[in-house]
């Protein structure tokens, strides 16, 4: 155990060159917590060890690991990276990116107070929900609109509010699975309401739907298969037949949207995508949708639809457990306005959609120049995302890395591993990088990190 007492003092490894940075800082907890670590790890690798160091030098390497751990502790978990996968809505990297003047409203409503749920003019407590009921009325003209967590817990909300302890049917091509564990079924379930399916996998008839209609029927359920697509013999009965049977015997209808395109999808590039206006035109009593999916916004579930339903759901106590926090409503609102202005361009969504293959072969055609001879310029396609449009491939342009001593499986990790983190995609057992998704004011960055590695 000779080795044991080298072991510096505790004081003399706070006192060491490798925590100057972190003299401030060394009482806390968490310091003392790393501290307490290494120096039992270092005990036992001393005991095991045959040549102990000199304790200056073991004074050195143990403030030198506690350093390491302190910066690892305080470095932020949640952290910018650079996204050269082409997947626009893409679930796992935050989905949609939000326009800088949202971030500004924010930081303007958030860093103090805020008339959030205070009616100014009257001077007397209001609702939170006044700042986006507005703006979704003029926009996809319902009659009323709240908010809540996700889509998820909107759909849950509404399945509660309005079929709990009775049937809703549903077709059964709609009793559909959205990643990340979103069912239908299992949500229906948590919702109290029984699901009544009807029609086939393939096709379902709208009297398929009558035929399951009885006393116990309180909703009629649509759900957009967002992220699949049937193709071949199959049928699905249109809006209006749909309206149309929900009015005769007087049972609300519901459609969950799933994605909620405010603009014009044809406008995105996308054919076959619904439009929440769409859907309200055609009669539907309550629609909802994800704000962070093709609106571009935060992560949200809008709820509009007839005002008898929505304020029915807003009375539901559930509401109150899922409603969202003034940083959502200050984003979603501006996000909202920038529709109703027309600026749709201020949207990064939108505008990374809408960027022409043209403009992206330019600019991947300079940043291969920048790269030098193991890039290239290469056309790909990307996708939407967010189970969005599934069966729609953008036309897209892109950059090709090839460094010699670098298989691709190796490149992307390495180039995963960097700061920030880049994320590619492999295609044809190259790595490609999409610059539908990546930002100009990425490109440095991206730069940076491939001459670092491949250097
Ligand atoms: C994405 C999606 C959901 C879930 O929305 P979140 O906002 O992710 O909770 C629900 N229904 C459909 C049809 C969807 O496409």
């Known amino acids: 155990m000779e080795a044991l007492r080298q072991i510096p003092p505790v004081n003399d490894v706070l006192r060491a060159e490798e925590l100057a940075a972190f003299r401030d800082i060394v009482d806390q ?5 790393i501290l307490d670590n290494v120096l039992s790890e270092t005990r036992r690798d001393l005991a095991q060890s045959k040549s102990p160091a000199s304790r200056a030098e073991l004074t050195s390497a143990i403030a030198g690991k506690v350093a390491h751990r302190i910066r690892e502790s305080l470095e932020p978990s949640l952290r910018r990276v650079i996204n050269a996968s082409g997947v626009v809505l893409h679930t796992n990297l935050g989905r949609a990116p939000l326009p800088e003047g949202a971030i500004e409203h924010l930081h303007l409503v958030s860093a103090g107070y805020s008339n959030l749920e205070f009616d100014v ?7 939170r929900d006044v700042h986006i009921d507005r703006i979704l009325r003029q926009l996809v003209g319902c009659e009323a609109a709240i908010v809540v967590n996700n889509n998820a817990a909107a759909v849950l909300l509404v399945l509660n509010t309005l079929g709990e ?6 077709s059964r091509g709609e009793q559909i699975e959205i990643g990340d564990s979103f069912r239908i079924p299992e949500i229906m ?3 109290g309401a029984r699901l009544r399916e009807v029609g086939t996998t393939n096709r379902t008839r709208i009297k398929d739907y009558e035929k399951a209609i009885n006393d116990n029927t309180r909703l009629l359920l ?10 071949g013999f199959t049928e699905r009965p249109s809006l209006e037949e749909f309206v149309e049977l929900g009015k005769r015997h007087n049972i609300p209808t519901f459609e969950d949207l799933g994605s909620g395109c405010v603009a014009d999808p044809r406008s995105l590039g996308i054919a076959d995508e619904p439009v929440a206006a769409g859907s309200i035109h055609a009669g539907i009593d309550v629609i909802s949708f994800s704000g962070d999916k093709l609106l571009g916004g935060p992560q949200a579930g809008i709820i509009a639809g007839k005002k008898l ?7 539901n106590p559930l509401f109150r457990a899922l409603r969202v926090d003034k940083l959502t409503i200050s984003v979603l609102e501006f996000v909202l306005r920038a529709y109703l202005r027309g600026k749709t361009e201020e949207i990064p969504v939108l505008r990374m959609l809408q960027a022409s293959a043209a403009d992206l072969k330019n600019r991947a055609e300079s940043f291969a120049r920048r790269v030098g001879g193991n890039a290239k310029p290469v ?8 189970g969005s449009a599934p069966e729609t491939y953008v036309p897209s342009w892109g950059v090709a890395l090839d460094f010699p001593g670098f298989s691709d499986a190796e490149l992307e990790r390495r180039l995963r591993n960097s700061n920030p983190p880049v994320i590619v995609r492999l ?3 190259r790595v490609v990088l999409d610059f539908r998704t990546i930002f100009t004011t990425d490109e440095d960055d991206l730069l940076a990190n491939i001459r670092k590695i491949t250097g």
């Open 222 to 231: 649509r759900v957009h298969p967002s992220n699949f697509r049937m193709m």
């Open 309 to 315: 339903y929505v304020e029915k759901i807003r009375q």
């Open 379 to 386: 056309e790909l396609k990307s996708v939407v995302g967010g």
């Open 189 to 191: 379930a948590r919702s």
């Open 121 to 127: 003019q009257q001077g007397k407590r209001g609702k």
């Open 165 to 170: 302890g009775g049937e809703v049917i549903v």
């Open 29 to 33: 907890p968490f310091v003392t917590e």
């Open 427 to 429: 295609e044809e057992g």
